[in-house]
C-alpha cells in the first residue's frame, strides 16, 4: 500500500491510498467513523471523471484536539481488530454447525 498526503491542517486529512478499491475504502471509512473525535470521513475515486485520477483520496476531520493522523491509525487498526474477530465469529458459528450436524 502506497500512501501520499495531499493535505494536512490539525484537524483535516487528505491522503491518497495508491491500490485500493471501495472494498477497503467503506471498511476504512466505517471504521473512522466510528472512531472517538472523527466528526467526518469520506473518499473520493473518480477515475476517469475527475481528471484522470486513479487512486482513492481519502478525506478525514477530526475534533477536540485529534489529530487525523492519530485517528487514522487507531481506526487502520481498529479495521484488523475487527476483521480478526469476525472470523473467528465465523469459525465458531461454522464449528457449532458442524458439531449439530454430527
Keep these: ?26 471498511v476504512l471509512k466505517g471504521q473512522l467513523l466510528n472512531t472517538d473525535g472523527v466528526a467526518a470521513a469520506t473518499y473520493d475515486m473518480n477515475p476517469e471523471q475527475s481528471g484522470g485520477q486513479t487512486e482513492p483520496i481519502l478525506s478525514v476531520k477530526t475534533e477536540d484536539g485529534l489529530d487525523p493522523l492519530d485517528a487514522l491509525e487507531e481506526a487502520a487498526n481498529g479495521v484488523s481488530d475487527n476483521l480478526k474477530s469476525l472470523y473467528d465469529d465465523i469459525e465458531a458459528a461454522f464449528d457449532e454447525a458442524e458439531a449439530a450436524e454430527a
Design 1 to 26: 500500500m502506497e500512501l501520499r498526503v495531499i493535505d494536512k491542517t490539525d484537524e483535516e486529512l487528505r491522503i491518497e491510498i495508491a491500490g485500493e478499491d471501495h472494498t477497503f475504502m467503506n
